[in-house]
């Protein structure tokens, strides 16, 4: 449905160019929920504004629903707009529109008439939950009732795709919660393609079945969503995981690990466990097979869409032989292990 | 008093509200597009006419620079191509017009200023033409702004119009400075200035409460 073909923008020229988006290839599919995150300036915004060339790229080709945008004027451009909805971190309601007159307002642009009008918000309004909000004002609103708002206008042209610019970053987490919802809502009931740009975890755990990291301009990172919190393939993508998580060794070992493994020192890892491993007593197996002990620093499980993972960091405790068998034991099963490095066992 | 004087009075303030009307209408009429074309066409926004921009600032910013009385000496020959005449109150209202464009289009440009630009953005990503975008998302989020502007400037015209007296155009202001402070009647000059502080006072309420009225934010 979205296809980003070879998409670079640069400002400026010359020595003082800045490459906001580097060669960007992404491909999501109808009805697909595809999450972008990264950290801020790494070129997400850009990205999602490239996709209704509100940003014109320097190169390359954006394609939604077979249709070459890039390729085309500026009238073309508008009708194909229509099929792309946007909603923004800032909502961007008019102040001087009632909730209604604000749903209202792509289609007056469309010159749809008043009477199909009403029968187009309503059902919009209902889609929402904001009825009986139809006659306030935004500034009357929460944060979550204005997104929502916002949402109800991006899908008064019945677009095929919506895209969110950090749409639930100016929420607090409950409202952020029920927004989500609502899109997965969406996303469902009306099959509605999804591009979403983010910097928070959370939105992507929730919601997205697909989710790119972009790093310097540069899509560094694509997987499905299970398998990016099981096992990033990046280091950022690492770094998001366990910050997401919380799952940090604790401070006093960090600063005692070592990149190398020495005379007397035992690896500490980082294990990430999916499907019917979380249920297998693994550890103590282990325990038992290999002859380390198994010394937990920290654990937890985490359900991502319907996925279960467990996650843990721990320090394997034997001889090089040994701890070197068990990992291997661990991979065996499936079991993404990432070493963070060595501790000199103390007595 | 005497009647005559009151009648003298009278024909004053109507003077006054005669110019400001119709130069504050007037001027509103030209001025709100200009204040529109000096926004559009800014680096960057959705007319962008970078070049022709700058030309209409630097027009706009002479407009505004030239004092008053000079100007309206300055435009007689033209004042008498419009309106016949260079004396009487509609050659008075001329200048007056003239002094008010550019004073109303930065007022407006001001106004369209505060406007946040995720707006138009979001009117774009909606395929509004540039049209539709002033017409449905800056003239209507902007009211409440352009309103205040055109109270400013009708208030800025009663002062200004004081000055008409120069080309015979009458009003209050001339009443004052011939009768009150020429003649010395202090009785007069005290009139005439408690009805323009009236006036002023009046046309401000009334643009306060159509900006509360304009404004949901």
Same mark, same amino acid.
């Given at each position: 449905?979205?296809?980003?073909?070879?998409?670079?923008?640069?400002?400026?020229?010359?020595?003082?160019?800045?490459?906001?988006?580097?060669?960007?290839?992404?491909?999501?599919?109808?009805?697909?929920?595809?999450?972008?995150?990264?950290?801020?300036?790494?070129?997400?915004?850009?990205?999602?504004?490239?996709?209704?060339?509100?940003?014109?790229?320097?190169?390359?080709?954006?394609?939604?629903?077979?249709?070459?945008?890039?390729?085309?004027?500026?009238?073309?451009?508008?009708?194909?707009?229509?099929?792309?909805?946007?909603?923004?971190?800032?909502?961007?309601?008019?102040?001087?529109?009632?909730?209604?007159?604000?749903?209202?307002?792509?289609?007056?642009?469309?010159?749809?008439?008043?009477?199909?009008?009403?029968?187009?918000?309503?059902?919009?309004?209902?889609?929402?939950?904001?009825?009986?909000?139809?006659?306030?004002?935004?500034?009357?609103?929460?944060?979550?009732?204005?997104?929502?708002?916002?949402?109800?206008?991006?899908?008064?042209?019945?677009?095929?795709? @919506?895209?969110?610019?950090? +749409?639930?970053?100016?929420?607090? *987490?409950? !409202? %952020?919660?029920?927004? /989500?919802?609502? &899109?997965?809502?969406?996303?469902?009931?009306?099959?509605?393609?999804?591009?979403?740009?983010?910097?928070?975890?959370?939105?992507?755990?929730?919601?997205?079945?697909?989710?790119?990291?972009?790093?310097?301009?540069?899509?560094?990172?694509?997987?499905?969503?299970?398998?990016?919190?099981?096992?990033?393939?990046?280091?950022?993508?690492?770094?998001?995981?366990?910050?997401?998580?919380?799952?940090?060794?604790?401070?006093?070992?960090?600063?005692?690990?070592?990149?190398?493994?020495?005379?007397?020192?035992?690896?500490?890892?980082?294990?990430?466990?999916?499907?019917?491993?979380?249920?297998?007593?693994?550890?103590?197996?282990?325990?038992?097979?290999?002859?380390?002990?198994?010394?937990?620093?920290?654990?937890?499980?985490?359900?991502?869409?319907?996925?279960? @993972?467990?996650?843990?960091? +721990?320090?394997?405790?034997?001889? *090089?032989? !040994? %701890?070197?068998?068990? /990992?291997?034991? &661990?991979?065996?099963?499936?079991?993404?292990?990432?070493?963070?490095?060595?501790?000199?066992?103390?007595? | 008093?005497?009647?005559?004087?009151?009648?003298?009075?009278?024909?004053?303030?109507?003077?006054?509200?005669?110019?400001?009307?119709?130069?504050?209408?007037?001027?509103?009429?030209?001025?709100?597009?200009?204040?529109?074309?000096?926004?559009?066409?800014?680096?960057?926004?959705?007319?962008?006419?970078?070049?022709?921009?700058?030309?209409?600032?630097?027009?706009?910013?002479?407009?505004?620079?030239?004092?008053?009385?000079?100007?309206?000496?300055?435009?007689?020959?033209?004042?008498?191509?419009?309106?016949?005449?260079?004396?009487?109150?509609?050659?008075?209202?001329?200048?007056?017009?003239?002094?008010?464009?550019?004073?109303?289009?930065?007022?407006?440009?001001?106004?369209?200023?505060?406007?946040?630009?995720?707006?138009?953005?979001?009117?774009?990503?909606?395929?509004?033409?540039?049209?539709?975008?002033?017409?449905?998302?800056?003239?209507?989020?902007?009211?409440?702004?352009?309103?205040?502007?055109?109270?400013?400037?009708?208030?800025?015209?009663?002062?200004?119009?004081?000055?008409?007296?120069?080309?015979?155009?009458?009003?209050?202001?001339?009443?004052?400075?011939?009768?009150?402070?020429?003649?010395?009647?202090?009785?007069?000059?005290?009139?005439?200035?408690?009805?323009?502080?009236?006036?002023?006072?009046?046309?401000?309420?009334?643009?306060?409460?159509?900006?509360?009225?304009?404004?949901?934010?």
């Amino acid at each position: 449905m979205i296809k980003l073909e070879g998409v670079s923008k640069t400002y400026g020229a010359g020595p003082t160019a800045v490459h906001a988006l580097k060669n960007i290839d992404l491909d999501v599919p109808q009805g697909a929920i595809h999450g972008v995150i990264g950290l801020s300036g790494a070129g997400k915004s850009t990205l999602i504004r490239c996709v209704n060339l509100l940003e014109r790229p320097t190169s390359g080709h954006v394609i939604v629903d077979g249709q070459d945008l890039t390729q085309q004027d500026s009238e073309a451009l508008r009708q194909s707009r229509h099929q792309l909805g946007m909603i923004f971190q800032h909502f961007n309601l008019l102040a001087s529109r009632t909730v209604f007159d604000n749903v209202a307002l792509p289609l007056e642009l469309m010159g749809v008439s008043k009477g199909e009008i009403r029968e187009r918000v309503e059902p919009l309004l209902d889609l929402t939950g904001l009825t009986d909000k139809a006659t306030q004002y935004p500034a009357q609103l929460s944060g979550g009732q204005k997104q929502r708002v916002a949402i109800a206008r991006a899908l008064a042209s019945r677009p095929k795709v @919506l895209l969110c610019d950090e +749409a639930t970053s100016a929420l607090d *987490p409950q !409202t %952020t919660a029920s927004i /989500l919802e609502l &899109l997965q809502d969406i996303n469902r009931k009306l099959g509605l393609t999804i591009l979403l740009i983010t910097h928070e975890m959370e939105v992507v755990k929730s919601i997205c079945h697909r989710v790119g990291l972009i790093s310097d301009g540069e899509l560094v990172e694509e997987a499905d969503v299970g398998d990016f919190f099981t096992a990033p393939a990046t280091r950022l993508g690492r770094e998001f995981l366990n910050a997401f998580l919380e799952l940090e060794p604790p401070q006093a070992l960090v600063e005692r690990l070592e990149e190398t493994p020495g005379e007397h020192t035992h690896p500490v890892v980082r294990l990430a466990f999916s499907g019917a491993n979380v249920a297998t007593p693994l550890i103590s197996r282990l325990a038992r097979d290999s002859g380390v002990d198994v010394s937990i620093l920290q654990a937890k499980v985490e359900s991502i869409q319907g996925r279960t @993972l467990g996650l843990m960091i +721990a320090e394997l405790i034997g001889t *090089p032989e !040994t %701890t070197s068998q068990a /990992l291997t034991q &661990l991979e065996s099963h499936d079991i993404n292990v990432e070493v963070l490095g060595h501790v000199q066992r103390d007595a | 008093m005497s009647s005559a004087m009151l009648e003298l009075i009278l024909e004053a303030t109507l003077d006054t509200l005669y110019m400001v009307a119709l130069s504050g209408a007037v001027s509103a009429v030209i001025g709100i597009p200009l204040g529109v074309l000096l926004y559009v066409t800014r680096p960057g926004q959705i007319l962008a006419q970078p070049v022709a921009q700058r030309v209409l600032g630097i027009v706009t910013n002479i407009g505004r620079s030239i004092p008053f009385i000079i100007l309206m000496v300055a435009i007689i020959p033209f004042t008498r191509l419009v309106v016949g005449s260079s004396i009487g109150t509609n050659a008075a209202i001329v200048p007056l017009i003239i002094a008010a464009i550019p004073f109303v289009a930065r007022l407006v440009e001001g106004a369209l200023n505060e406007i946040p630009p995720g707006l138009i953005e979001a009117a774009q990503a909606m395929g509004a033409t540039p049209v539709q975008i002033i017409t449905k998302v800056l003239l209507p989020e902007a009211k409440g702004g352009i309103i205040n502007g055109l109270t400013i400037t009708v208030v800025t015209l009663v002062s200004y119009s004081a000055m008409a007296g120069a080309v015979g155009g009458g009003g209050l202001g001339d009443l004052g400075i011939r009768y009150g402070y020429n003649r010395f009647e202090p009785l007069i000059m005290l009139i005439t200035v408690a009805i323009l502080v009236v006036m002023v006072q009046g046309f401000q309420s009334l643009g306060d409460r159509l900006v509360r009225k304009a404004d949901h934010k």
